[in-house]
């Protein structure tokens, strides 16, 4: 089924569409692997599109044949902890794939992208700030895990996650 879907770098236009895939995706796929409360308080804070991320052409959204944006993400070389990371080093970035499209290639051919974009861009690794649910999906993706952290999102609103990495 992913041969349906169209990759095109994200534009700012895209927002509100990027924004319903978060809110429709993230609730349902987290709540396995996080307890409620971090969830309630995590939630709000991710799952709005981040306009810097669709405007800087290496953020990127997986359409349907409909037009319907099934999933998003892309990287950049700004940290999600929000500094500029080391030379030839980037960041991959809030991808979320539609839960009606999970196991069909949607995230798969997102991170591919990106991979392909990084190495244009003459990036040599990239990091990853893996939510739990996802860790099995980037180290298939040949992502190994550095280490569990905690993302400070907002002024005590921590969300643990995993820290990944992978050469280009």
């Known amino acids: 089924m992913s041969s349906e879907i169209h990759i095109r770098p994200a534009r ?12 429709r995706a993230y609730p349902p796929l987290l709540a396995p692997d996080y307890d409620p409360g971090v969830l309630r308080a995590a939630l709000p804070l991710i799952t709005t599109a981040q306009p810097a991320l669709l405007d800087c052409g290496t953020y990127f ?14 990287w950049t070389d700004v940290s999600p902890a929000r500094g500029v990371g080391a030379e030839r080093q980037g960041h991959v970035r809030h991808v979320a794939t539609d839960p009606g499209r999970l196991r069909q290639g949607v995230a798969r051919r997102l991170v591919e992208t990106s991979l392909a974009s990084a190495r244009e861009f003459g990036m040599e690794r990239l990091h990853c ?10 180290h298939a993706m040949g992502f190994e895990p550095v280490g569990e952290i905690e993302l400070t999102l907002a002024p005590g609103v921590y969300f643990p996650a995993v820290q990944m990495q992978r050469g280009l």
Do not use: K, N, W
């Open 12 to 23: 700012p236009a895209d927002r509100s569409a990027v924004t319903q895939l978060f809110r």
């Open 129 to 138: 700030m893996s939510t739990r649910t996802a860790q099995s999906f980037y």
């Open 61 to 74: 959204v997986a359409e349907d044949a409909a037009g319907r944006v099934v999933g998003a993400g892309g």
